[in-house]
């Protein structure tokens, strides 16, 4: 979802940027803005995560090896990208990098659709 600024007299914007997946959410001025994050979202410090992350955090536990796994078994299945997103919290990037990976391997077929 995406607010855009329709009048000229207020330009500001506020931006919240997710530190570990770098999605961001911008407001326009004038439009119904939180009081503070955008639902769900998380301050820690001045540092913000957001739901998608919080999820995955509580998941796996933070723990990145855990997360490899989950993805490494659902790409071994086939499973669509953005499937493996909603499964396992991590972004396209991460998704990709274990794609790679397996297909070095010979683990998974180097173009397979995903
Ligand atoms: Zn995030």
Same mark, same amino acid.
């Given at each position: 979802?995406? %607010? ?34 955008? $639902? ?24 990145? $090896? ?30 990709? %990098?274990?794609?790679?990976?397996? %297909? ?11």
């Amino acid at each position: 979802m995406q %607010a855009t600024a329709t009048t000229s007299e207020q330009t500001d914007t506020w931006t919240r940027t997710c530190q570990d997946c770098g999605v961001r959410v911008t407001y326009a001025e004038g439009f119904d803005i939180p009081d503070d994050a955008p $639902a769900g979202w998380t301050e820690d410090g001045g540092a913000w995560t957001c739901l998608s992350c919080q999820r995955h955090e509580a998941r796996f536990g933070g723990d990145p $090896a855990a997360r490899d796994e989950r993805i490494d078994g659902e790409l071994r299945r086939g499973t669509g990208l953005h499937e493996i997103v909603r499964a396992t919290g991590a972004n396209q990037r991460q998704i990709r %990098a274990r794609r790679v990976a397996l %297909a070095k391997s010979g683990e998974l077929a180097p173009h397979a659709h995903a």
